[in-house]
């Protein structure tokens, strides 16, 4: 699957208010995290998880897990090993050691940093298991760079949801299972901002000249000025596309977008450096809701997306990898996890679990984003496939500007 929100402009109310009460409803129920998070701030915050893994080695002999920030659930002090957190249990129930990394920041950082110089060259890399958006996977399979799944292994293949079984890439998903997906869209504070945003456009106001970031990630960001241009992202016209980097490159040199980040975005929204920026759904959810930060899928449409857990050739413990797999493809630790992230949930039983649970989880799962609903879905665009070439040309720009 790719996976990947809507209000009105002068009125101050919302365009869609179900959507609206959605936002505001999966905020109150991350308010736990902040409340944890106290005056740490999200640097720390978001370190925590490396700092207490710093002990553990990769190829020492844990299975090693290489992740996004703020993508897995965490105790009320904001550990994400504390005692009924999913790295507890499993290790507690497998008797297998997590090594659990967030150094995955970027897709072509990670790629060039690891995949390339060490896969390219028939090595191995630390991790056992590492989490790509679904086109970098696609790469990766295409290059013969990840290990074939042992599905004997992972009983509960069997709760994958029926849309990841079809990619051109990975018929039947056996080379990857999808770990969260999600949607991009506009982040912004209605204190700098001073008014409501509904547009892909307003990322180029000259009010916010100087306040705005986009992401790293060439398919979100391009996708969403390609949207505000009136082009569909999913027919991927090469001529659309470098018309939507023209703009993108004259916003940066006129410093109306100061920085291109991953997900060190939601530093630059804490300290409001930023009033508006490409942001993805799920990690709005992790800021205080005190700072009121509001996340829009733009009237023109919004991107869709998924990572996915890959075994990277070679991994020296694919056996743990794989245990990992189906220990969170089991409904109830999905779940866990889906009530801490807000993200879409791959696994299937997952709203039911939350509905039997009742009280907010059961409001989590009436939630159009975490489980989109028709109305959302047709805002939505996936970005479609390039040939090589233009992949090449496209990302090589697209790396220029960025820088």
Sequence with gaps: MSLNRHPHPRTGLPRDPELAAAVGMARDLSRRRFLQRGGIGLGAALLAPNLLTACSTPG?????????????????????????????????????????????????????????????????????????????????????????????????????????LDLTWDPGAHYSMPWQAGIAGLAYNPKLTGRQLTSANDLFDPKFKGKVSMLTEMRDTVGLTMLGEGHDPNKAKPDDIHNALDKIDKAKRDNQIVHFTGNEYLQGLESQEFAVCVAWSGDVYSLDPSLGIKFVVPEEG???????????????????????????????HATRITEWVGYIPPVKGVREALEKAGGDSAKLANNPLVFIDDET???????????????????????DITG
């Design 377 to 399: 879905k047709k805002r939505l665009r996936v970005f479609g496939e390039l040939t090589q070439k233009d992949e090449i040309d496209i990302q090589t720009r697209f790396n």
């Design 302 to 332: 919004g991107t869709q997306w998924f990572d996915t857990m890959v075994i990277p050739k070679g991994a020296r413990r694919k056996a743990d990898a794989e245990a990992w797999m189906n220990y969170v493809y089991n409904p109830d």
């Design 60 to 164: 020492s002999g844990d299975f090693t897990f290489s992740n996004w920030v703020s993508y897995i659930d965490e105790d009320d002090s904001g550990n994400p090993r504390g005692k009924g957190t999913t790295l507890y249990e499993f290790e507690k129930s497998t008797g297998i050691k997590i090594n659990y990394l967030t150094d995955f920041n970027d897709n072509d950082a990670y790629f060039n940093k690891s995949f390339s110089p060490l896969l390219g060259r028939g090595k191995t890399i630390a991790a056992d298991v590492v989490a790509p958006t679904y086109w970098m996977a696609a790469r990766l399979r295409g290059l013969g760079w990840l290990d074939k799944i042992d599905l004997s292994n992972v009983p509960n293949h069997k709760n994958l949801e029926d849309i990841y």
